[in-house]
């Protein structure tokens, strides 16, 4: 079975500063990896995923992500965090065994605080 | 473009008392959806998928059940609440149907539901 690993619970970066939010997965197969971001009281925003192809993927809000094969992790990363970057992010792996349906298996979360 | 409404945004309710939460998609056709439950702690459990009209597909054996009556529409629903069932409710929908695709999930705004 497929699953994500988000070894911090919290990460706390000041404005300006680079930020990376870890994730580490672990698939019997090829890995479709997705990252979101959530807002107090809100649904789930897609960020970006990677399936194939070059090993940084760039989404949304000036967020990128590393995959890193042998290393099992796809990290979050921007170069100039900012204050309304402050939210739960997750990191979620495709799940094959829905017979092909893609449902997702979810990482439990990183809230993450930048700070003024 | 598409979009997911969820309602109702907060509801309490008593435990025994039965639940309606429902869920529609605009803007695109034939979608997979879903049912996910986030605790306070803040993962997310996936409840139920769906693949078509009327074809659901339980994850978690537990009172709660789902429904797809139209191919846009989402039901969840129980007939008696129980004090476990309070969380952050969020329907999703996804692009692909048939298996194979990996195209994201997207989220509603969620239901924030208190069983007192």
């Known amino acids: 079975a497929q699953s994500v690993a988000q070894p911090e619970d919290q990460v706390n970066v000041a404005e300006g500063n680079p930020l990376t939010v870890k994730c580490t997965y672990s698939?019997?197969?090829?890995?479709?990896l997705f990252w979101y971001v959530q807002y107090p009281n809100r649904g789930l925003q897609f960020l970006l995923k990677y399936i194939t192809g070059d090993n940084l993927v760039k989404g949304s809000y000036g967020f990128e992500a590393e995959f890193n094969k042998s290393q099992t992790s796809f990290h979050l990363k921007k170069p100039s965090a900012l204050v309304s970057d402050s939210a739960l992010y997750f990191c979620?792996?495709?799940?094959?065994?829905?017979?092909?349906?893609?449902?997702?298996?979810f990482g439990k979360g990183t809230m993450l605080l930048v700070s003024p | 473009s598409q979009t997911i409404h969820q309602w109702p945004a907060t509801l309490v309710q008593p435990v025994g008392s039965p639940l309606s939460l429902e869920c529609t998609v605009e803007?695109?056709?034939?979608?997979?959806l879903y049912w996910y439950r986030q605790a306070a702690g803040r993962g997310l459990q996936l409840l139920f998928y769906s693949v078509g009209i009327g074809q659901i597909s339980s994850e978690v054996p537990q009172n709660l059940s789902a429904s797809r009556p139209q191919d846009r529409q989402f039901i969840l629903s129980s007939k008696k609440l129980l004090l476990s069932d309070s969380g952050f409710y969020l329907c999703?929908?996804?692009?692909?149907?048939?298996?194979?695709?990996?195209?994201?999930?997207?989220f509603g705004d969620g239901t924030r539901l208190s069983i007192l």
């Open positions: 803007g695109t056709s034939n979608p997979n």
């Open positions: 698939v019997s197969g090829n890995p479709y």
């Open positions: 999703a929908w996804s692009r692909d149907r048939g298996g194979g695709s990996n195209q994201p999930q997207h």
């Open positions: 979620a792996v495709r799940d094959s065994s829905s017979g092909g349906y893609s449902t997702l298996t």
